[in-house]
């Protein structure tokens, strides 16, 4: 099944980037660029094994925010493409980028509710003895940011000894200069980086002030699992 779906949607992908790309405006390309987010954003929460009325929201949100400055200040601030629509590089870097916050947002959101659920009873016993709602919540968040960011990280660390990442092999395939794929490839990085640090943390503080209501009570009763 997952063979003959990426199958299809690689092959509808490359008829539609086709069209795109032969076009000159920006509105197709900000169109694309919002349902792949929003994509990105369901299959972070369809992840999850605990849920919320508005996580999906929350992690459109996340996605969109995060994806969308990170791209936007690479292609605008240090590629200088120009025009900066140009979906030759826009859609390829922002296509990277969702799939990598995808997984920071799934494992951190899953990590936080299921924290959550399991030390309820620790943390209302913290917000009964006077401890705010940030105080009861601030080692959940902080362990939750440090799963969403394990995959990244794994990855940097092992860059250039243990794999050769996608962009710079594609680029080596088609003949450009060691050098060049590397300075592409270590931007690219950084972007990946940054944008899952931006999702991950943005995502969680949504699901931080949902779960934690401004009198400084937890509201276990919004937790919903999806297990059978």
């Known amino acids: 099944v997952a063979s003959t779906r990426m199958v299809v949607q690689l092959l509808l992908v490359g008829f539609v980037l086709q069209s795109v790309f032969a076009l000159q405006t920006p509105l197709p390309v900000i169109g694309i660029g919002l349902v792949m987010s929003a994509l990105a954003g369901i299959a972070a929460v369809r992840r999850t094994h605990r849920r919320f009325a508005g996580v999906y929201w929350d992690s459109m949100i996340s996605v969109l925010g995060s994806a969308f400055v990170v791209t936007g200040a690479a292609v605008v601030g ?34 936080f509710m299921e924290g959550v659920a399991r030390d309820a009873s620790l943390i209302e016993s913290d917000l009964a003895l006077g401890a705010r709602r940030w105080e009861a919540a601030h080692p959940l968040i902080n362990d939750s940011l440090r799963t969403g960011m394990i995959p990244t990280i794994n990855s940097m660390m092992v860059m250039g000894v ?26 690219i990085m950084f972007m990946i980086a940054a944008a899952t640090a931006l999702g991950t943390l943005c995502v969680i503080l949504l699901a931080f002030r949902k779960l934690f209501n401004a009198r400084h009570q937890l509201c276990i009763g919004l937790l919903q699992s999806t297990k059978h």
Do not use: C, F, H, K
């Open 78 to 111: 240090i590629l200088d493409v120009s025009p900066w629509y140009e979906p030759q590089y826009t859609i390829p870097l922002l296509g990277m980028v969702l799939g990598n916050i995808l997984s920071g947002i799934s494992l951190a959101l899953d990590r």
């Open 162 to 187: 243990v794999s050769l990442p996608g962009m710079m092999t594609g680029q080596l395939l088609a003949g450009a200069a060691p050098t060049d794929a590397v300075r592409y490839q270590i931007v």
